[in-house]
């Protein structure tokens, strides 16, 4: 049986991580890695990626294979010290977190500055330099803004109906404002048969695909 001091260290930094924590964290709380691998073997943790373990009774987060992957990214770094260089959730992981359209998102998809591989046929890094303000923290978890998702969307060519309705969830929520999109997505516009840098034309072009009754308000927006 587990000492109640580990579970007590364990359930402490794995409180504000969604109930997780990395073997590295908990080795730099004071735990061998051997007390680590026999948590796992009795059951009193669930290991969910490499390195990356699950308290037991704890109940299960939503997108919990996304927030390990996440995890792995830095595996030292506990949440609440975590950057944006360090791995943004994007593309269509960051749509499915936001609950925005409905593409699939059986691939993990991150952005980070440098350029990094994975051996993960789950998981998919991608490379860009995002500022601040184009990912938001999610109860922890570093995602790119809707602006960004549906920018990052059109440049890997995804269906413009998917994206358009992406964006139209964003609108309705109060999550993006339609000026930001239209910036973020400017330099895509090509991609829906537009002149380069029209940023506002490209956001009327996906709101008649959704032929959303708001349409006119939202477009007159990209002018505030």
């Known amino acids: 049986m587990p000492h109640p001091a580990t579970i ?6 794995s409180e504000e991580q969604w109930g997780l924590f990395t073997r590295r964290q908990a080795e730099a709380a004071g735990l061998a890695w ?14 969910v990626a490499q390195g990356v373990y699950r308290l037991r009774g ?4 939503d997108h919990l294979g996304l927030r390990a992957a996440w995890l792995q990214l830095a595996p030292e770094v506990p949440v609440w010290e975590r950057r944006g ?21 059986d691939i993990h998809e991150f952005t980070l500055p440098a350029r990094r591989q994975t051996r993960r046929v789950d998981v998919r890094l991608r490379r860009a330099d995002l500022s601040d303000r184009e990912w938001v923290d999610l109860g922890g978890l570093l995602v790119a803004t809707p602006a960004r998702i549906a920018a990052d969307l059109l440049r890997d060519r995804e269906d413009p109906e998917a994206v358009a309705q992406i964006v139209v969830d964003a609108l309705r929520e109060g999550k993006a404002h339609p000026s930001a999109v239209a910036l973020a997505i400017a330099p895509y516009v090509t991609t829906l048969g537009l002149q380069a840098g029209d940023g506002t034309a490209a956001l009327d072009r996906l709101l008649q695909l959704t032929r959303d009754p708001r349409r006119t308000y939202w477009v007159a927006q990209t002018a505030s």
């Open 58 to 61: 704890v109940p299960a987060a």
């Open 34 to 47: 051997t007390t680590v691998a026999r948590l796992a073997d009795s059951g009193a943790t669930e290991r």
């Open 85 to 105: 260089d360090q791995g943004v959730v994007s593309h269509r992981s960051a749509a499915a977190v936001h609950h925005l359209g409905h593409l699939p998102a």
């Open 8 to 13: 007590r260290l364990l359930a402490d930094l």
